[in-house]
Structures are given as C-alpha cells and as structure tokens.
C-alpha cells in the first residue's frame, strides 16, 4: 500500500518562507509526474505545482515566481519550496500524481497558515 505523508508546514507571517516535503513508501513516486496540491478552507483541492517526470516544472500563475518544486529520487521524496508568502496561500497542502493521473490514497496533508 502506497502512503504520501507530508510534512513541513506551518505558521509563517506575510512574505516568508517554508519548504514542505512529501515522502512516499511503496511505489516509485518521484520518478513520475507528480504535483502539489492544495486545499483552502471551504474550497475544492486545486493543483498548486507540477514536476514532469522529464523534470520540467509548472506552476498555476498565482504561485509562479515564488513556489519551486523539486525531488530526490533516492529519498523518493518531492518538496516545496514556497518563498514570499501570502495570506492566501493559507491550505492543506498535498502531494500526489500528477494532472491526469490515477491518484494514490491522498495523505494528510500538512496546513500552511500565512497571517497578514
């Protein structure tokens, strides 16, 4: 049985810094398209960040230029690096495949809260 757990989240002011992480037991996770997700309160789950399993990222343009995502394929581990942080970047974020791919058993998450 496949298992994301992430971690690394928290409670950080207006334009600061976090890096979360989200490692992955039983399966190759990070060798393929993978993605972060988030899900704010009262609101669905949206795709954040992608990494192309060639390693070309993507970002949705609220967080390019601030979000990088990354992995270490030995650790099977894929990150999040989130700089400038804003109030609305405030969600549980999580990791999972990719857009268009079968998702694994969704973890539970890790909550990022930016206070202004």
């Known amino acids: 049985q496949v298992q994301l757990v992430e971690s690394g989240g928290g409670l950080v002011q207006a334009g600061g810094s976090l890096r979360l992480s989200c490692a992955a037991s039983?399966?190759?996770?990070?060798?393929?398209?993978v993605g972060w997700y988030r899900q704010a309160p009262g609101k669905q789950r949206d795709l954040v960040a992608t990494?192309?399993?060639?390693?070309?990222?993507n970002y949705v343009d609220s967080v390019k230029g601030r979000f990088t995502i990354s992995r270490d394929f030995a650790k099977n581990t894929v990150y999040l690096r989130m700089n400038s942080l804003k109030p609305e970047d405030t969600a549980v974020y999580y990791c999972?495949?990719?857009?268009?791919?079968?998702?694994?058993?969704w973890g539970q998450g890790t909550q990022v809260t930016v206070s202004s």
């Open positions: 999972n495949r990719g857009p268009g791919l079968e998702k694994l058993p």
């Open positions: 039983g399966s190759t996770f990070s060798q393929n398209t």
């Open positions: 990494l192309f399993s060639g390693g070309t990222p």
